[in-house]
């Protein structure tokens, strides 16, 4: 492979960030994250998406209180992050609904995937660390935003500026592994 974009270049420096400097993440920076996460695709161009966002250190302590509590406890490292972000979607929608239905696909989850990947690399470009979280209490979640049934927490984003160097060594599939062109057989 020849190309090294700059695209690809901040794809390959990018690491999950889980320890953070005790410093305020600005308003503007996270709203410019947010403005690259509405330019993501969407099934049907629905845009369910939304952005819950804590960078309250006090709501972020009660948020974790909840979301982060017993087999979920795991998540704790998040409650140092300045920043805490809900990726939350509104799945009520017909499209969403027959995908699954028809296709068993969850279109709004790959929106959400994609659109949370644009937010992280905007991020990762304006010197800011983050670390997707799956791991929490959905319902506790959703309760905390005190948000109906119809809105899911797809996912958090822990964020915020990283205290230390990413760690180099990280295994990665090696290209020849993942793509097959024509029925040729990888070698
Ligand atoms: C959908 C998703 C959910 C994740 N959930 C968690 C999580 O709950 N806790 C955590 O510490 N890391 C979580 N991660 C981060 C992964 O562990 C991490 O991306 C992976 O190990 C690769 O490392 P890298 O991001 O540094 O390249 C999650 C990542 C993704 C994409």
């Keep these: 492979m020849s190309f090294q974009t700059p695209l690809l270049s901040?794809?390959?420096?990018?690491?999950?960030?889980?320890?953070?400097?005790?410093?305020?993440?600005?308003?503007d920076k996270i709203l410019t994250c947010i403005e690259a996460a509405r330019y993501a695709p969407s099934?049907?161009?629905l845009q369910l998406w939304r952005f819950l966002v804590l960078d309250d250190a006090d709501l972020i302590q009660k948020f974790g209180a909840q979301a982060f509590s017993g087999i979920y406890r795991p998540t704790r490292w998040a409650l140092k992050a300045?920043?805490?972000?809900?990726?939350?979607?509104k799945v009520d929608i017909l499209v969403n609904r027959l995908g699954r239905l028809v296709q068993g696909t969850a279109f709004y989850l790959l929106d959400m995937g994609i659109a949370g990947e644009?937010?992280?690399?905007?991020?990762?470009?304006?010197?800011?660390?983050?670390c997707w979280i799956g791991w929490f209490n959905r319902r506790k979640a959703r309760r905390f935003f005190k948000l109906p049934l119809n809105y899911r927490v797809v996912a958090l984003l822990a964020m915020g500026y990283p205290s230390?160097?990413?760690?180099?060594?990280r295994k990665?599939?090696?290209?020849?592994?993942?793509?097959h062109f024509?029925?040729?057989?990888?070698?």
Excluded: Y
């Design 118 to 130: 644009h937010f992280v690399l905007e991020a990762h470009e304006l010197g800011l660390g983050t």
């Design 164 to 169: 230390k160097l990413p760690s180099k060594s």
């Design 82 to 89: 300045p920043v805490l972000i809900a990726m939350t979607a």
């Design 172 to 179: 990665l599939v090696a290209l020849n592994k993942i793509v």
């Design 10 to 27: 901040l794809i390959k420096s990018r690491r999950s960030t889980r320890t953070f400097l005790e410093k305020p993440v600005e308003r």
């Design 43 to 45: 099934a049907e161009n």
């Design 182 to 187: 024509n029925f040729e057989q990888s070698e």
